[in-house]
């Protein structure tokens, strides 16, 4: 059970996040940056498969993927990985395991 909390922690900070980031933009833009956030708050679903060793995905993971759109994906992503410079930490750095 500790290591799910440990994994859906990051999604919902990741999440608010994304919210944080909104600034005063179009009406369109808004309502492109409201459904990101809501499209990326589905993305829950995934949190099991994101554990080292999981599971594959299930159908409802990947539905929910599906309707992510693919800038707002990138630009959460971008976002999260400036948050441990934003926090004093090092830089984010993954290998390719």
């Known amino acids: ?18 919210v944080d980031q909104t600034q005063v ?8 940056s409201t459904n990101c956030a809501a499209t990326l708050g ?3 679903v995934c949190a099991p498969f994101l554990i080292p060793g999981g599971a594959t995905p299930g159908s409802e993971c ?7 759109d693919r800038d707002c994906l990138c630009n ?3 976002i999260a ?6 926090c004093n930490l090092p830089p984010l750095t993954c290998s390719a395991n």
């Open 1 to 18: 059970m500790g290591g799910i909390m440990k994994t859906v922690l990051p999604v919902v900070m990741l999440i608010l996040v994304v």
């Open 25 to 32: 933009i179009t009406k369109t833009e808004a309502q492109s």
């Open 42 to 44: 589905n993305l829950n």
């Open 62 to 68: 990947c539905t929910a993927l599906s309707t992510v």
């Open 76 to 78: 959460t992503l971008r």
């Open 81 to 86: 990985s400036r948050i441990p410079v934003q």
